[in-house]
């Protein structure tokens, strides 16, 4: 009887929350999938019968470009977003909780102000009339008449600076939870302050790395709004081929073929991770 | 033993780099320079000027209807699952995590083309409410988040202690369970507010002609030079706003 009860009192507070996002979050990613087998009618919506076409036409070798491009920005943003997120949260995590508290303030501050201001501050910057320009010409570091802006460097930076909270803060939460007597005993042993970093303190974060790899990645793939204000034509990722079969083709089938591969390419690394934390797990269990 | 100071300095840097861009901007929303490269003299005029856009202002009011009504909906349907998640472990629980957790790793783009998907194949009109849905389903996850952090805390022998003492099970919950929980809720709830008023690739996807967010605004705004210093004074007054919304959602947390 009271188990009954329990069981009906658990399906009762969480049937909103499942229902909810069954409806608005499983049923359209399947949908996603569904559309992308579809043909397109012609005024932006989805006719009857099924197709292959628009999954064919992501066989065309003119898709590579945007696919390796996407890839090694999303591989850049990564790799410099980590490296430079592990000094910070190693910094966060050994100071005082005042100290503490008022550096997590000043990394999340700019990661929840509005993303496009955080753009345009960037377009501002980086605009032929803009400071860096002007600075970096009265230091002669650039000719009068460099453009920092509407190139491959500026989509890097930009996404690098909108990435680097996402970084920090999952590396942060780990370094809390680091001992950090590891480092003391490791530097008493005699190993010099930056070979105790690299191989014991790296090490002891490193499901607070994996988790900002993934985030950092799995969100800068599918990144299309920085291409689009501060990236030249040829600086387009595959968000962008989204957004335009979209918006500008009104070809939705098309778009959901674009946005299945995404998807694929976003859920295959983490099970990856998935898989491979079960197996360490198991592994550390031994 | 001497420690490094090559964390310190470098933090240092990553701060500066975090704010540089976002100094530039405010300071040269009193900039009387068009393009900020030089300082031409202070001027209230790109202030002014907003004052006047009453494009923007309108857009403001579209975008705290949804914020405030998706936050609400999202602190109610992310307190509960957070509740559930916590109080039971079945396998129910772990498709409910699984559930909750993906959105917050779902690219932007694909939440928002795979909602426009969801609303073109039933033939709704995308406008206010199609907003509403998309924002209270990522803000459900990080409420979700930020509350079962909160319960984690919880001592849960106080439960116990009130049933013991002879509260009715729902009197607990009601004077015991809620208000030590409120803060965690309040500050999921404002975590939602921040995440819905900056929201852009989402909305993008699933808005209507007429109706316009303030991002919306902004990105249109980004895209003729003529408004371009108007935006700085824009910036400043929402960064400002999330610095005292942050600090609060800080101090509602670390009340124990």
Not at chain 1, 23 to 45: K, N, S, Y
Request: charged share 15%; aromatic share 10%; hydrophobic share 55%.
């Amino acid at each position: 009887m009271r188990g009954a009860r329990h069981r009906s009192g658990e399906w009762l507070i969480t049937l909103p929350s499942l229902a909810w996002l069954g409806v608005f979050f499983v049923i359209p990613a399947a949908l996603v999938v569904v559309t992308a087998f579809r043909p397109a009618d012609l005024h932006g919506g989805v006719a009857a019968g099924w197709t292959l076409e628009n999954i064919e036409t992501l066989r065309d070798p003119a898709w590579l470009p945007i696919l390796w491009r996407t890839l090694w920005l999303s591989a850049a943003t990564t790799v410099v977003c980590v490296a430079l997120a592990l000094p910070v949260a190693f910094q966060m995590a050994r100071v005082g909780p005042r100290l503490r508290q008022f550096l997590l303030l000043l990394v999340v501050v700019p990661f929840l102000s509005n993303f496009l201001i955080r753009i345009f501050a960037w377009k501002s910057l980086l605009h032929p009339e803009g400071v860096l320009t002007k600075v970096l010409v009265s230091l002669h570091l650039a000719p009068e008449d460099a453009l920092l802006l509407n190139n491959a460097g500026a989509v890097l930076l930009v996404m690098i600076y909108t990435q680097l909270p996402f970084a920090i803060l999952p590396l942060y939460a780990a370094a809390e939870k680091f001992d950090f007597h590891l480092l003391d005993a490791a530097r008493d042993l005699g190993a010099g302050p930056c070979r105790a970093f690299m191989k014991v303190f790296v090490p002891g974060v490193r499901r607070g790395i994996l988790s900002a790899v993934v985030m950092v990645f799995v969100c800068s793939l599918g990144q299309y709004v920085i291409p689009q204000f501060v990236g030249g034509a040829s600086d387009e990722m595959l968000g962008n081929k989204i957004q335009q079969r979209v918006f500008a083709d009104r070809n939705l089938p098309q778009a959901s073929a674009l946005a299945a591969a995404l998807m694929a390419a976003v859920l295959l690394p983490m099970l990856v991770v998935a898989a491979w934390q079960r197996f360490g797990r198991k592994e550390g269990a031994a | 033993m001497k420690r490094s100071r090559v964390p310190a300095l470098l933090t240092l840097g990553v701060i500066a780099f975090l704010f540089a861009p976002l100094v530039v901007l405010v300071v040269n929303s009193f900039n009387a320079s068009r393009f900020g490269g030089e300082w031409d003299g202070f001027t209230w005029g790109w202030y002014e000027k907003l004052w006047e856009a009453d494009e923007v202002w309108e857009s403001l009011g579209v975008t705290l209807k949804i914020a405030l009504s998706a936050s609400l909906a999202s602190m109610l349907l992310g307190t509960l699952a957070a509740c559930a998640l916590h109080g039971f472990r079945s396998w129910l629980q772990g498709v409910h995590s699984m559930l909750v957790t993906l959105p917050l790793v779902m690219p932007d783009i694909l939440m928002g083309m795979s909602l426009l998907a969801l609303f073109v194949v039933t033939g709704v009109e995308t406008g206010l409410a199609t907003i509403w849905i998309a924002h209270v389903t990522f803000c459900l996850s990080f409420v979700t988040m930020v509350v079962l952090g909160r319960l984690q805390d919880f001592d849960f022998t106080l439960l116990d202690a009130a049933r013991d003492l002879g509260a009715t099970r729902a009197q607990a919950v009601r004077k015991i369970l809620l208000p030590l929980l409120l803060p965690g809720v309040l500050a999921g709830g404002l975590l939602a507010f921040t995440l819905s008023v900056d929201d852009y690739v989402i909305t993008f996807f699933v808005s209507g002609p007429g109706t316009t967010t303030l991002p919306l605004r902004v990105a249109s705004m980004m895209r003729t030079s003529r408004s371009l210093p108007v935006i700085n004074a824009l910036s400043t007054l929402l960064i400002a706003g999330t610095f005292l919304i942050a600090a609060l959602s800080f101090r509602l947390q670390r009340r124990a």
